[in-house]
């Protein structure tokens, strides 16, 4: 388990505005970018960790949108 110190060091490495999601990938959970969670077409959104990035927000409400939009029309 990490420790208080490590978390903390961790979370100033993330510049304020990057969002950082967890994702699901193929069954193991991880962290990534939108653009990783966008380039992989089998990864599930999970939750946002940090950031404050409004139009990342913007960009996986827009995936999930497009993929609803898919499976009602197919």
């Known amino acids: 388990m990490k420790s208080i110190i490590e978390r903390l060091r961790k979370l100033e490495q993330i510049a304020p505005d990057k969002l950082v999601i967890l994702a699901d990938f193929d069954g193991v959970e991880k962290e990534c970018t939108v653009d990783e969670l966008e380039a992989s077409p089998n990864a599930s959104f999970i939750r946002v960790i940090s950031g404050n990035s409004l139009d990342d927000v913007q960009r996986i409400l827009n ?12």
């Not at 999930?64 to 939009?69: M, Q």
Request: aromatic share 8%.
């Open 63 to 74: 995936r999930i949108e497009r993929i609803a939009y898919e499976q009602a029309n197919n």
